[in-house]
């Protein structure tokens, strides 16, 4: 069987695909064009898709008789692909669940903290020669111990995080999600988004991307937050309405933002880049080599299992 992986990967992943199965790198980092989609249905038996890989109805209904049976998704988001539309078309799908968990909820403090305390403005003030010295009132921000966290989503690593905020700075945490949790720590579960948004001095949104999730976050949530609030993002970046986080930005609405997903990424709305108040990464939540080394090995135990006519460990 023929596999293609579509990004580079880590060394060690790219080197035990290469010992093991008949692969194909491609050594860009750029998101598939339309014809590599088709290409990738009809000549391949398996693909690594990965963000940015639109792999959409249309595509599968250009290629009716694919000779690829399965999609093994670098990553746990696959909002990119047509779940149900490959599945009529005979071709399973993967993910990467777990070993993005702790790295994602990491970089949730980051923004978090970052966002709270301003340290991207500070820096920025300091790196432009503007730093005139420590004052009593300088630069004050939130402090984020004792506050009380919501998070959108309390899955694995909306608890991740939940932990870290309740263990490792004493918040109180609540949460709206579809069910009940058995938590690990306290927390209270809201009845609705606006009710969490309300009741929270830091909103975290921690939800898988798709249809159902679309525009969750939206101007009756930020209008629901308190002025002193500061929103996180670190889900899929059309979960939020970016243009109603713009407007609740500059009415005031809350005091600031952490982002590091877009909804049209790599797209970042210039009025966003223009406001101190916002904290910008580049997609970071996996940026570490060990993360991203485990994700591609999960990749190619998927592709093993499916080789060996064994059940997938991470369907989806």
């Known amino acids: 069987m023929k596999l293609w ?22 050594p860009s980092n750029m998101p598939l064009s339309g014809e590599q989609l088709r ?18 109805a249309d595509v599968f209904d250009d290629v009716p008789d694919p000779r690829c049976k399965l999609l093994a998704n670098f990553g746990v988001g696959y909002n990119h692909i047509d779940v149900e539309a490959a599945r009529r078309h005979g071709i399973a799908v ?34 432009a020669g503007q730093w005139n010295g420590w004052h009593p009132t300088q630069m004050l921000g939130l402090h984020v111990t004792g506050q009380t ?3 959108v989503g309390m899955g694995r690593i909306g608890q991740a995080i939940a932990r870290r905020c309740h263990f490792g700075f004493g918040m109180d945490v609540r949460y709206v999600s579809r069910s009940d949790k058995a938590l690990a720590f306290p ?23 798709g249809a159902e999730t679309h525009h969750l976050i939206d101007e009756a949530v930020f209008a629901a937050q308190q002025p002193h609030a500061i929103f996180v993002n670190i889900a899929r970046g ?10 609740a930005l500059r009415a005031g609405q809350i005091a600031g933002a952490g982002l590091d997903v877009y ?52 369907p989806v």
């Open 94 to 127: 993967s993910n990467t669940p777990g070993a993005v968990t702790d790295a994602t909820a990491d970089i949730a403090m980051t923004l978090i903290l970052m966002t709270a305390r301003r340290a991207g403005e500070g820096e920025r003030m300091l790196r």
């Open 187 to 209: 927390a209270a579960r809201d009845g609705s988004l606006t009710e969490l948004a309300g009741k929270c001095d830091i909103l975290v949104v921690a939800v898988p991307g």
């Open 39 to 56: 290409q990738a249905l009809r000549d391949y038996d398996i693909v690594m898709p990965t963000l940015g890989d639109r792999f959409q």
């Open 149 to 151: 966290l919501g998070v």
């Open 5 to 26: 992986l579509t990004r580079p990967l880590p060394d060690a992943v790219e080197a035990r695909a290469r010992a093991t199965f008949d692969v194909e790198i491609r």
């Open 263 to 314: 909804e049209f990424e790599p797209q970042v709305p210039a009025a966003l880049m223009a406001m101190e108040n916002v904290t910008l990464l580049p997609h970071l939540g996996t940026a570490a080599l060990n993360v991203r080394t485990d994700m591609g090995m999960m990749v190619l135990d998927n592709v093993q299992a499916f080789v060996e006519g064994r059940a997938l460990p991470n």
């Open 238 to 247: 059309d979960v939020v309405d970016e243009a109603a986080l713009v407007a």
